[in-house]
């Protein structure tokens, strides 16, 4: 099957610092990743989607600025938490997407998570 | 809007007895409908999907997911449950763009014990 590799797997941070977080798919090239955000014992919420070559496209309520991403290539997505804060202290997890159009051929991969955290 | 919810935050049964893990959704046009289960600390593990066609759909694992179109609903079913397959369970929607956006729900935590 697929993989996604997600480094760190953990993180942690002084207040005030930036981090950057990498996604890569190692054996497929990933026409779309996504960054989704998970509280203890709470849901994946999307952060943002990120196509190869152009900017990433934001959920309602993200900030752009803060949580920034690049995805310079088809193997390869960062997300970096810029000025981080206690309250950006979470998991942090990618996903990328193989295929073609349409869900038949179209599945997501995700990589292992990383723990931030803020202190 | 495409949404999916899962009634019970946790489910507990025990070693060998079927499990069910209910989930529900919301989608205009045609539903893609997806199980995940999550360890700690870790990311999401596939475990089955349904586009389209039977509408009992087997996974990995032993897991298998009925799709109910009259009832909107992919409930995950095991004839029986091992242990180790306590863990957070994830129902989650294709989101319309086919892109590979995902909508998920809020989780259910299966506790299996011995």
């Known amino acids: 099957g697929a993989v996604v590799s997600q480094h760190p797997s953990w993180v942690i941070c002084k207040s005030g610092t930036s981090v950057k977080i990498e996604c890569r798919s190692l054996?497929?090239?990933?026409?779309?990743m996504f960054w989704y955000r998970q509280f203890p014992k709470q849901s994946l919420m999307l952060m943002a989607t990120?196509?190869?070559?152009?900017?990433?496209?934001?959920e309602q309520g993200v900030e752009k600025d803060k949580f920034l991403i690049n995805h310079a290539s088809l193997t390869l997505s960062t997300l970096t938490v810029t000025s981080a804060h206690p309250e950006d202290s979470s998991f942090y997890i990618c996903?990328?997407?193989?295929?073609?159009?349409?869900?038949?051929?179209?599945?997501?991969?995700f990589g292992q998570g990383t723990r931030l955290t803020v202190v | 809007a495409q949404s999916v919810a899962q009634p019970e935050d946790q489910v507990n049964v025990a070693e060998g007895n079927p499990l069910t893990v209910k989930c529900t959704y919301s989608v205009s046009g045609n539903p893609y409908l997806f199980w995940y289960v999550q360890y700690p600390n870790r990311g999401l593990q596939f475990l089955l999907k349904?586009?389209?066609?039977?509408?009992l759909v087997k996974g990995s694992y032993g897991f298998e997911a009925e799709f109910n179109k009259s009832q909107t609903s992919f409930h995950l079913k095991k004839p029986s449950a091992l242990v180790s397959d306590s863990a957070l369970y994830f129902c989650a929607v294709g989101g319309s763009s086919n892109t590979g956006k995902l909508i998920f729900g809020q989780g259910t935590t299966l506790q299996v014990k011995p």
């Open positions: 990120s196509n190869e070559g152009s900017k990433a496209t934001y």
């Open positions: 349904y586009i389209t066609g039977d509408n």
């Open positions: 054996d497929f090239q990933a026409t779309t």
């Open positions: 996903s990328a997407s193989r295929g073609g159009r349409g869900w038949t051929n179209t599945e997501a991969f």
